[in-house]
């Protein structure tokens, strides 16, 4: 019988076929005809022809065509395949990537290594201050990258028609995500309608194709207040919450991120930030329900590497 008929006209299938026509399917939806190949200790399947990069199913779409990944991810993915040749570490992990550098001394030359390495692992997106994002945007022009900057950071305690300002002008400049900082201490005060109003008034200036990540600075909230920020953040239209700036008293917890899903429900996107320096961690937050990280350990993350993060902030709970 084909592969093509109902499942219910085939018997019962072990759990590893079954995988392996899901992720065929997928694949051929998004235009890619898929053949067998290998995945994470498990038979799976890549793409033909996947990339323009090699043009012959060489089985790295996980490294050429991130853009691909994160769709299959969003479409409800949980196993990624790949060919042999890959690389070591856990380069699946690319696509939810955040490449972070927030550090107020960055340089340009720092700034540009960030870009150039998100493009060569394939990460979702490079997250910079306002100041670098004309940069980063010229440096990612005609890869898949995205450019993410901040707004209100990392205090969150500017007026509303600031972070308006700010999220206006860092999309002119090129940003196609802007993560904003919530008003802390109105959440605090229980000036509910200023918080939900200083969020949308984000999102309407982001625009149609911007995703706006509302950033809660957990380590600074009770549990109650955590459930209301995530609320607000709906409300008012935001696509992710995200639990920390790096830049206070504690970053991201599997804890956390999984209350934070649970209060969005799996609508909006979930991005954990803060002390996201291995692989361990990584994988702890995404069963947990982050469908985004956000790291300067981005490059050791997927590739194993051991020792230091380099140009990271020291002191805990920075990215």
Request: aromatic share 4%; with cysteine.
């Amino acid at each position: 019988m084909s592969e093509r008929e109902p499942l219910e006209l085939r018997g019962v299938y072990d759990r590893e076929e079954l995988v392996r026509l899901i992720t065929r399917e997928v694949m051929a939806r998004l235009g890619a005809a898929s053949a067998g190949g290998t995945a994470f200790g498990a038979p799976a399947v890549h793409a033909e022809s996947c990339c323009d990069t090699c043009g012959q199913g060489c089985g790295h779409c996980v490294a050429h065509r991130p853009a691909t990944v994160r769709k299959m991810l969003e479409a409800g993915a949980e196993r990624l395949s790949t060919g042999p040749g890959i690389g070591s570490g856990h380069a699946g992990l690319a696509s939810i990537l955040d490449h972070t550098l927030l550090r107020p001394d960055a340089t340009t030359k720092e700034i540009e290594a960030l870009c150039d390495e998100a493009t060569a692992y394939g990460f979702a997106a490079v997250c910079v201050n306002p100041w670098y994002v004309p940069l980063a945007a010229r440096r990612l022009r005609g890869t898949d990258v995205g450019v993410a900057s901040v707004i209100g950071f990392p205090l969150g305690a500017t007026l509303p028609d600031v972070k308006e300002r700010e999220a206006a002008q860092a999309v002119r400049d090129g940003a196609r995500e802007l993560d904003m900082v919530q008003n802390i201490g109105a959440l605090k005060s229980k000036d509910y309608r200023l918080v939900e109003e200083d969020i949308r008034r984000v999102v309407t200036a982001a625009g149609a194709g911007v995703a706006v990540k509302v950033i809660l600075e957990t380590s600074l909230l009770t549990r109650e207040e955590k459930i209301q920020a995530c609320t607000l953040a709906r409300a008012a239209g935001a696509e992710f919450v995200k639990t920390s700036t790096g830049f206070s008293t504690g970053g991201a917890t599997v804890d956390d991120v999984r209350l934070m899903r649970g209060v969005v429900g799996p609508e909006m996107g979930v991005k954990a930030s803060g002390g996201v320096r291995d692989y361990a961690l990584a994988r702890e937050l995404i069963e947990a329900g982050a469908t985004r990280l956000g790291c300067s350990a981005c490059v050791r993350i997927v590739t194993g590497e051991k020792g230091p993060v380099q140009g990271a902030p020291a002191r805990a709970g920075s990215y």
